[in-house]
């Protein structure tokens, strides 16, 4: 997906997911994203901050998409396999301003 990002963020809000798996809905048409980890979520946030504060048009937001959609693998709430990790990820972006 980076590679299909602009080359700055000016006039767009940017978007990171912690994970996505909807062929439940959408059968053979749906997308799987492989292979999430809390970690290569952290680095994602981490470049888009600094993408984000590169920007001199860009709101300094950014959207989280974690819909709490279990079945799809989208969720920021803490769970068995990788605890609060997730949003261990976003406190360490917070706090490393």
Known sequence: MQNMEPDNFDKIIPSVFVGWDNTARRGKKG?????????????????????????????????????????EGNHLEPDQKNGRAYLDAIKNLVNNQ
């Open 31 to 71: 997308i799987i994203i492989q292979d999430n980890h809390p970690a290569i979520f952290e680095e994602e946030l981490k470049r888009i901050k600094s993408k984000i504060l590169a920007s001199k048009e860009n709101p300094r937001l950014l959207f989280i998409n974690a819909w709490n959609e279990w079945a």
